[in-house]
């Protein structure tokens, strides 16, 4: 049974979310208070970080600033707002996802499952997978859910990792937003919907340019994104 660690200091929603979860066939706790939070959140107990934004003495950007330092524990953002920035500043600072409150929990729920599936899916789901894959310099190992520029591990975010492994799949090939979307979040594009563009450019920056100093991963306007091979 997944564990999900809620970090949230609306006691109301908590205790409902706790037992929707419960019904879910999901384990859960909450905590109010952020540095409790994280102390959990890095204890390594937990599948699964569900993070409000808006938290007394600590920020929910700070929390998963401090979270990220030690841990790629997957972390899904609860917004009280609907401004892209906070959405967008959430993915930057490594969240794998975000939902905007008032949210349904069955959708909370969809988006954990979708999140749950990237980090561990199972051989019906995915077939079986390939031992690793290695294009260039970057090799990407899914069973253990490593990836090696060289011989530089890279710490990547669940969704950075789907991402990554998405675009190595398919490198040399066109891969639309569309196609990129439903692979690596689990849901339709929706319109205004920027969340794969910042996991791509946080990916990028991780990988930084090729030796020659050429793109690895490039964007086409109004297509999609593509891995450059020679």
Same mark, same amino acid.
């Given at each position: 049974m997944n564990n999900v660690l809620i970090i949230d200091d609306d006691q109301e929603l908590c205790a409902l979310l706790l037992d929707y979860f419960r019904i879910e066939g999901l384990k859960a706790e909450?905590?109010?208070?952020p540095v409790r939070g994280i102390d959990l959140a890095l204890t390594g107990r937990h599948d699964l970080v569900v993070l409000d $934004?808006? /938290?007394? +003495? /600590? *920020? !929910?950007f700070e929390t998963l600033r =401090?979270? =990220?330092?030690s841990s790629q524990v997957p972390v899904l953002m609860l917004t009280a707002? !609907?401004?892209?920035m906070d959405r967008i500043q959430g993915l930057e600072t490594g969240a794998d996802d975000y939902l905007q409150k008032p949210f349904n929990p069955r959708e909370l729920v969809a988006r954990i499952r979708a999140i749950l599936r990237r980090v561990g899916p199972s051989t019906e789901e995915m077939g079986v997978p390939p031992s690793r894959l290695v294009v260039?310099? $970057?090799e990407l190992v899914p069973s253990a859910r490593t990836v090696f520029q060289g011989e530089k591990p890279l710490? @990547? +975010? *669940? $969704?950075e990792f789907s991402t990554l492994e998405t675009l190595l799949q398919n490198a040399g090939k066109v891969i639309s937003r569309e196609d990129m979307v439903k692979s690596v979040l689990g849901r339709e594009l929706s319109p205004f919907d920027r969340s794969i563009d910042v996991h791509v450019s946080n990916l990028r920056k991780k990988l930084g340019p090729k030796t020659d100093g050429s793109e690895r991963i490039k964007t @086409? =306007? !109004?297509? !999609? #994104?593509? #891995?450059? $091979?020679?």
């Amino acid at each position: 049974m997944n564990n999900v660690l809620i970090i949230d200091d609306d006691q109301e929603l908590c205790a409902l979310l706790l037992d929707y979860f419960r019904i879910e066939g999901l384990k859960a706790e909450a905590v109010f208070e952020p540095v409790r939070g994280i102390d959990l959140a890095l204890t390594g107990r937990h599948d699964l970080v569900v993070l409000d $934004v808006m /938290l007394p +003495t /600590l *920020s !929910g950007f700070e929390t998963l600033r =401090r979270i =990220r330092a030690s841990s790629q524990v997957p972390v899904l953002m609860l917004t009280a707002c !609907g401004d892209d920035m906070d959405r967008i500043q959430g993915l930057e600072t490594g969240a794998d996802d975000y939902l905007q409150k008032p949210f349904n929990p069955r959708e909370l729920v969809a988006r954990i499952r979708a999140i749950l599936r990237r980090v561990g899916p199972s051989t019906e789901e995915m077939g079986v997978p390939p031992s690793r894959l290695v294009v260039e310099d $970057v090799e990407l190992v899914p069973s253990a859910r490593t990836v090696f520029q060289g011989e530089k591990p890279l710490a @990547l +975010t *669940s $969704v950075e990792f789907s991402t990554l492994e998405t675009l190595l799949q398919n490198a040399g090939k066109v891969i639309s937003r569309e196609d990129m979307v439903k692979s690596v979040l689990g849901r339709e594009l929706s319109p205004f919907d920027r969340s794969i563009d910042v996991h791509v450019s946080n990916l990028r920056k991780k990988l930084g340019p090729k030796t020659d100093g050429s793109e690895r991963i490039k964007t @086409l =306007r !109004g297509v !999609g #994104y593509l #891995y450059a $091979v020679q």
